[in-house]
């Protein structure tokens, strides 16, 4: 990964301690990252964004950020403080934001809440809201989660002892290449590197972290979005659906909409090549921040 990032800490209004990743200056790029991932997950699109301030977070309760000591300062809301928090340690006023996963439903929030700031919005792979209604496109799957997530809560040291013996395998990954949750172009060390984290993973946090985006819906913010915005989905995504992105599309005004032939929910670690592509396009569409003559010609 080219650069250096810095591991940084900060304690939050409600005494968490939030950690996040700050690398290069310029004008400043947040990743939000997917439930579970780490900036690693972004890996690829890191060269591209060598002539920026780029930052990242981990959600409260994963990896370098502790968990909160009231179980319910879990929400939405606080994970939108917590990057506000963040950029007022870096000094940074606007910025844009590339969201993948939950991160799109955190970017979406972020523009409701602090809609003068952002400057524009990257989503790859993610939906707005009520996340349980669009998972692999059945309702009835999304009936079925929340009882699930219970069963996890209740058995979180067995799920945790079976996510050390097989995170980041390769009888995992062949078994996810086998039923389309990822696709035969997935950049494995990468992947192994992400879904290795799930070792170190609190399932009961982690289970409450998934449902909280159940609870949480900005669709209605999307049409009264003004800013450019680039989605960008797989046509074999079970997690969220091109129907999803495509409804996204259809309610923000202005804009673009790439559906990756072959891309599963895992598209950053897959065609790292579009999706880079597709991010000099939309950063050259943001006044202050399009890429120079240089790094125009190294992705061309």
């Known amino acids: 990964m080219p650069g250096t990032i810095d591991q940084r800490h900060l304690v939050a209004g409600d005494g968490t301690r939030i950690g996040y990743q700050v690398s290069g200056s310029g004008p400043c790029v947040v990743l939000a990252n997917g439930l579970g991932g780490t900036y690693l997950a972004f890996k ?5 964004l060598g002539e920026y301030k780029t930052i990242c977070w981990d959600y409260r309760g994963l990896y370098s950020s502790a968990a909160p000591s009231d179980p319910r300062a879990n929400t939405m809301a606080h994970h939108i403080d917590d990057l506000m928090a963040i950029l007022a340690a870096e000094a940074v006023d606007e910025f844009v934001l590339i969201g993948w996963s939950m991160g799109v439903q955190v970017g979406f929030e972020t523009i409701k809440r602090h809609r003068a700031r952002v400057r524009g919005l990257y989503a790859i792979n993610g939906t707005y809201g009520r996340t349980f209604r669009t998972v692999m496109g059945s309702r009835l799957i999304g009936q079925t989660i929340p009882m699930l997530l219970k069963l ?8 945790g002892r079976a996510t050390k013996r097989i995170a980041g395998s390769d009888a995992l990954i062949n078994a ?6 990822v696709s035969d172009t997935i950049d494995v060390e990468i992947f192994r590197q992400v879904a290795g984290g799930f070792q170190h993973v609190d399932w009961v946090i982690y289970s409450d972290l998934l449902s909280r ?4 819906d900005a669709e209605d913010v999307l049409p009264t979005i003004d800013v450019p915005v680039a989605i960008v989905t ?7 659906p091109p129907a999803t992105a495509e409804h996204i ?17 895992y598209t950053p670690v897959e065609y790292p090549a579009i999706l880079t592509d597709e991010l000099g ?19 061309a």
């Open 152 to 159: 996890v809560r209740a058995q979180a040291s067995l799920v």
């Open 176 to 181: 996810m290449k086998r039923v389309g949750l």
């Open 281 to 299: 396009r939309w950063l050259d569409r943001i006044p202050g921040w399009q890429r120079s003559a240089a790094a125009n010609s190294v992705t």
């Open 234 to 240: 797989g046509d074999r995504d079970l997690m969220t």
């Open 44 to 48: 690829h699109l890191y060269a591209a």
């Open 213 to 216: 985006l159940d609870e949480h």
């Open 249 to 265: 599309h259809r309610l923000i005004p202005k804009s673009r909409l790439v559906v990756i032939r072959g891309g599963s929910h």
